[in-house]
Structures are given as structure tokens and as C-alpha cells.
């Protein structure tokens, strides 16, 4: 773990350097792309999969003979896996006036500390921050390549209803933001189905020992399980201990109960759960022919692939326009429609979100089989 | 009733977990005056000691555990010579800094080596653990409940009843006496720090199991532990036990009949009422005593 953590951050560094320098020996010839990633700090694991994808994006772009006739050529810059680190980064972008487009955070809270400096420079950002409100803050310049959280408590419940046919409902939720976000709009769409849920349970991050919450969840009744986790230990934890006290009831989750670290500590008390993933190699053929190009290069499997979409759209945009001017270019990303991407099929609406629905999956003995896709037109 | 039944037993169980880290505290305490907000990083870097030797290395699991509280015992020695030895002569507050600044280097050096992802480790026994009725009772938690009430006697006996304990507690109590009557402070000094890394070191490998191991593990069961140290009276060993104990049981109670998101608030308003109303806790020993 040790040398690949280290030699991910030294090949990384000194990508991003090499950019920078060649970037400067040939100014004239090269689409720029600022690119905001963490190179550093807590997330730089994750961080350095999105790195690779945009950077095969990249590369398909240029062997397909680039944009309006210019070689792609991507300027990363290291947001530290913080929010000022993130606001650092993107003004270092900003500054470089041959940029002509972003690929922004995964975080949305990285995204609202950047959104203000992203309205000033006024070039389209392609981001990955799944929270609703980012798109409607009246900020043009914002383009979403992975479907938002009112997607995920819409396909949550659709999922539960009309596949699972089940009613009663538990809901297991972190009391933070994106706990409570996810608990809102689960609410929120039970209710508009006419049902009421059986159990609401809040629980706060980082607890050593679940069983109050198991034992509610027991006595509940409930025929199905619904949760919002935040921290895979946390989600681990609720697993084995669910088990331990015997509920074997459905359990539907966000999308941290699939994730390759969560399986990895729960193990075996994960076997049989949902998720909505919004990234599954077998939902389509984009994502399949994505995930086998990213593991001939780099021996393993991607787990995400927004940042290959990201690149991939903005590259289209600058093509359909045929010009640098961003007004032209968010035009031509907004009119984008059934463009097939790799997180499903983009059809951008007046917001800029590009992605209307998730895919649900099943975890079967540890082997993330995808169920199936469910989309949405309003 | 069963429910009842199952959450008291969780309660010890988390309880007994909340005793071995205040343990560590209390010893040193006890035998060297400081407070040290390193104790839970000791707690993490044994279970990552742990994961080292039987994760990565493949050696027999309670082959792992030695060698990893013996490495803890070690540690315990740099860690009193580079945090607290600099600082001796200058009071409690300067050591106390030093431990907390110790605390965020370690965190940061295991990072740095482990990144940020938690590492699922196996328990000491095959099965999950034994049914009886309708009570669920964790073997792991087990464990921990039996070994907790172990080292506690261990403990007990070596403070009370050994020439040994009895030095520990004198240098404790006034240095210079110790040393004028040929005892060897300075040694002293460093068994304590040894046996306290290597009991928070033991600590963290008995709960990795059901937390698994992260750099942040022992934040939450760090204050908690200081906060049954408090309660159960402050530098007392039964007082660290039957605190832990009685947070343990009454946060899941509380957790259960009341609210889960208040949970951690249950722990520190018991130790809030407890300052207010009896601050030197179940074991305190009175102020005028010491004088």
C-alpha cells in the first residue's frame, strides 16, 4: 500500500508538472483543459482513479484527431482534499487565460466554494458534486456528469415499490448534510407514492456500536431496510451487527454500501443488499468498453467514470460549436442529447444536469451484479 | 425484556472498551502526573502493529499480538524520551501540549504510511459469537469484557501489593521524597510510559475487530474514556472501570429509549452532572488527603 500511495503521488506530481512546462513550450498548438483534483490528502485515492479516466479521455480525443484540429492538453492542479485547497487550485486555472474549459470536484462542497470564482471566469466547469442545489444557483457555467441526489431517493423508492413490491419502509440515515438530504428526499417520494415510512432513524458519524438502532429496526416491523450512510466503517458496523441480531430483511442503500473498502469490512453481512450506483461497468456498453481500456492501462478496475464523461462531453461542446467562445460552447453542451456516456445517457437540461436516473445493483457474494437502470423524463 | 437484556450487554461490552483506554490514562497519571491525549493514537498504532504482522506478514494471529504489544512497550519508551523527558521540569500544562502535538504527528505519519481507508482485521475467535435465548452475546465483546476485568486485577495487584507499585505511586506522588529514598524515579517513570503504550496498544487491538482500523479509530473512545476517568474519579483504577462501565451501558440505554442521535451527548452530560455534583467522582479521593 505504502509504494503505490507514494509512486501515485510522485507520477502524478510529475505529470502535472510536465504539463505545465510543455504547456508553456508550445502554447499555441494545444486545447487547454484546467482539471482541479486531489493529488494530495485524504481523498487522493479516489482522486487519482478520476485522474486516470480523464486522462484516457484525453488521449481517445487526440488519437480521434483532437479539438477544432488541436491536440487536448490537460493542466492539473492539486486541491489538497480540502475547500480552500480546491479555491487555490481553481484560481491558479483561472489565471491561465488559454483555458477554455474546467473539469471540476466530485465534492460539492469543494464545488460551492468554487462556484463564486467559476462565475467570474465564465468558461464552462463539467463537475461531479451530486448535490441538487449546485445546478440552480443560477451559475451558467455549471454542467453535471453524474446524477444528482434527488435522483438517488427517486430510484430508491421506485425500486422499492414497483421491483421489490415492498411497503414498510425503515429508514436508517446519518444526521449530516447528505444524510439528511438523502432522508428528505426518500420522505419526500414515499409520500408522493402515499406511504409513510415504518422507522426514521438518525444516527450520528462515527459510532463504535449500532444495536439501538438494529433494535429499532427489528421491532419496526419493517419489510424493507432504506440507508443513507456516510462513512463505510459506520455502514460495516450496522452490517454485522444486523446480522448478529438476526434481521434478514431488504436492504436498499446509497450508493457507500457497494463501495470495494464498505464490502471489505463487512465482508459477508453485505451479501444480498441493493444499491443505486450511478457508476456500473455492466449498465451499458459505453461504461463496459471504458472499464476494459482503463484495465489494460492500469491493472485494476475504475470505480467511477465521470471524469471520462466530463472531458468527452466538453471535447463535443467545443467541436459542436466549432469555437472557444464560451457562450457558444455551454449552448452547444446544453443542446446535447442521448449522448451516450459511461454513468448512462446524458440528456442535459436548462440547469446543466446531464444525467436523469441511476442504476440499481445487487451484491452478490461480493460480486456487484448490476440489476437494472431506472431513468427518469421530469 | 430481551431487547433490554441485549442492549446492557452492548453497553458493558462498549463499556469495557471505554475502561481498558481509561486505564491507560490512569497509569500514567498516577505514576508520572500526566495527562496524555496521545493514549489513543497508542490504541491505533497497536492495531495497525497488528495489521502488519498477521495482515500483511501472514504470522499466527496471537503470535501478531505479542509482538505488537511488545513493539507498543517500546514505543511507549521513545514516546516518554521525545514528549515528555524535554519537558519534565516545567510543569503539567507544556507536557500536556506536547502529547497532543504528539497525538496529530502520529495520525499524520500513519496517513501518510496507511492512507485513509479503514482495514477490516479478524477477531480472536472463528465464530461471531453465542446465542443464548434471545441475547446475542458478541464473542469479540466477550473478550474484550474478560480481558478488561483481567488486566484491571493485574493492575490492581501491581499498584497495591508489589514493591514495584508501591515505588510507582511514590514517585507519583512527590518526586524528589522518591528519589531522596533511593527510589529510581527516572526508571519508574519509564515503566509506566512502557506499560501504558503497550496496554493502549492492546486496547486498540481488542476493539480493531469491531471498529476496524483507521486513523481516526480511538477518537470518539479517547474522550469517552477521559470521560469515565472523570467519572468514575479522577486517577482512580476501579473508579476508570466502573466509569467506563456505567457509560457504556447508560449511553445505549439512552440511545435505545431516548434518541440515537444524542447518543455521545448522554456520555458528556453524565460527565457534566458528575463535575457539578460530585467532581471528585466515584473514587475520588478527597482533595485534603493528598495535601
Request: charged share 15%; with cysteine; proline share 4%.
Amino acid at each position: 500500500m505504502l509504494i503505490t500511495r507514494r509512486s501515485a503521488l510522485l507520477s502524478a506530481a510529475a505529470t502535472s508538472t510536465f504539463a505545465i512546462v510543455s504547456g508553456r513550450a508550445r502554447a499555441a498548438d494545444t486545447m487547454k483543459i484546467g482539471v482541479v483534483s486531489p493529488l494530495t490528502g485524504p481523498v487522493a485515492e479516489p482522486g487519482r482513479i478520476q485522474l486516470n479516466s480523464v486522462r484516457l479521455a484525453a488521449e481517445k480525443i487526440n488519437a480521434a484527431g483532437g479539438v477544432l484540429g488541436q491536440q487536448v492538453e490537460l493542466i492539473v492542479e492539486d486541491d489538497q482534499s480540502t475547500n480552500p485547497g480546491a479555491v487555490l487550485a481553481f484560481s491558479r486555472l483561472a489565471e491561465r487565460k488559454e483555458i477554455v474549459g474546467f473539469v471540476g470536484s466530485i465534492r460539492s462542497t469543494q464545488m460551492n466554494a468554487m462556484a463564486p470564482d467559476m462565475l467570474k471566469v465564465g468558461k464552462p466547469v463539467m463537475f461531479g458534486g451530486t448535490d441538487p442545489t449546485l445546478t440552480k444557483l443560477g451559475n451558467p457555467w455549471l454542467f453535471r456528469c453524474r446524477p444528482n441526489d434527488s435522483y438517488s431517493g427517486r430510484v430508491i423508492v421506485s425500486f422499492i415499490t414497483d421491483s421489490l413490491k415492498l411497503k414498510k419502509v425503515a429508514l436508517v440515515h446519518s444526521t449530516d448534510a447528505f444524510g439528511t438530504g438523502g432522508k428528505n428526499a426518500i420522505l419526500a417520494n414515499l409520500e408522493k407514492k402515499g406511504m409513510q415510512p415504518v422507522l426514521v432513524q438518525g444516527y450520528t458519524n462515527n459510532q463504535p456500536d449500532f444495536s439501538p438502532v438494529v433494535l429499532a429496526v427489528k421491532s419496526s416491523g419493517a419489510d424493507v431496510i432504506v440507508s443513507y450512510f456516510t462513512n463505510e466503517p459506520d455502514c460495516a458496523v450496522f452490517a454485522r451487527q444486523l446480522r448478529q441480531l438476526g434481521v434478514r430483511t431488504p436492504w436498499v442503500g446509497s450508493p457507500s454500501i457497494q463501495s470495494p473498502v464498505t464490502r471489505g469490512l463487512a465482508k459477508n453481512a453485505l451479501y444480498g443488499t441493493y444499491a443505486v450506483a450511478d457508476f456500473v461497468e455492466d449498465s451499458n456498453p459505453t461504461a463496459k468498453a471504458f472499464a476494459d481500456t482503463y484495465r489494460a492501462k492500469h491493472k485494476e478496475s475504475p470505480d467511477s467514470g465521470w471524469t471520462y464523461d466530463a472531458l468527452t462531453i466538453l471535447a463535443k461542446g467545443i467541436n459542436d460549436a466549432k469555437s472557444t467562445e464560451p457562450e457558444k460552447i455551454r449552448a452547444a453542451i446544453l443542446a446535447i442529447k442521448k449522448f451516450a456516456g459511461t454513468e448512462g445517457e446524458y440528456n442535459f437540461d436548462q440547469f446543466g444536469d446531464g444525467l436523469h436516473g441511476y442504476n440499481v445493483v445487487i451484491n452478490n457474494n461480493d460480486k456487484i451484479d448490476y440489476k437494472e437502470h431506472i431513468e427518469f423524463t421530469d | 425484556m430481551s431487547d433490554f437484556l441485549q442492549l446492557v450487554f452492548q453497553g458493558l461490552g462498549i463499556g469495557a472498551v471505554y475502561a481498558l483506554v481509561s486505564l491507560g490514562f490512569v497509569l500514567l497519571i498516577r505514576a508520572a502526573s500526566v495527562v496524555n491525549f496521545g493514549q489513543g493514537e497508542f490504541s491505533m498504532l497497536g492495531a495497525y502493529l497488528l495489521v502488519v504482522f498477521f495482515n500483511i506478514l501472514g504470522i499466527n494471529y496471537y503470535v501478531s499480538i505479542v509482538l505488537s504489544v511488545v513493539i507498543m512497550a517500546g514505543f511507549g519508551l521513545i514516546f516518554a524520551y521525545t514528549t515528555y523527558w524535554p519537558l519534565r521540569f516545567r510543569g503539567g500544562l507544556p507536557v500536556i501540549i506536547s502529547t497532543i502535538g504528539a497525538s496529530i504527528f502520529l495520525q499524520n505519519m500513519v496517513l501518510w504510511i496507511y492512507g485513509p481507508s479503514s482495514v477490516q482485521i479478524d477477531g480472536l475467535f472463528d465464530s461471531d459469537g453465542i446465542q443464548v435465548g434471545e441475547v446475542f452475546l458478541a464473542s469479540q465483546y466477550l473478550a474484550i469484557i474478560v480481558l478488561a476485568a483481567l488486566l484491571v486485577l493485574m493492575q490492581y495487584l501491581i499498584f497495591e501489593k508489589t514493591l514495584l507499585g508501591k515505588k510507582l505511586q511514590a514517585t507519583s506522588q512527590d518526586k524528589e521524597m522518591a528519589s531522596l529514598l533511593g527510589i529510581p524515579v527516572v526508571t519508574m517513570i519509564m515503566i509506566t510510559f512502557a506499560y501504558s503504550s503497550a496496554l493502549g496498544g492492546f486496547a486498540g487491538i481488542l476493539v480493531a475487530p469491531i471498529l476496524f482500523v483507521s486513523v481516526n479509530m480511538a477518537g470518539i473512545i479517547t474522550l469517552k474514556a477521559f470521560a469515565a476517568n472523570i467519572i468514575g474519579g479522577y486517577g482512580s483504577i476501579p473508579g476508570a472501570i466502573l466509569g467506563g462501565l456505567a457509560l457504556g451501558v447508560a449511553e445505549t440505554l439512552g440511545a435505545a429509549y431516548i434518541s440515537v442521535p444524542y447518543k455521545d451527548a448522554f456520555a458528556f452530560l453524565m460527565l457534566l452532572a458528575f463535575l457539578m455534583v460530585r467532581p471528585q467522582g466515584l473514587f475520588g479521593e478527597k482533595i485534603s488527603e493528598k495535601a
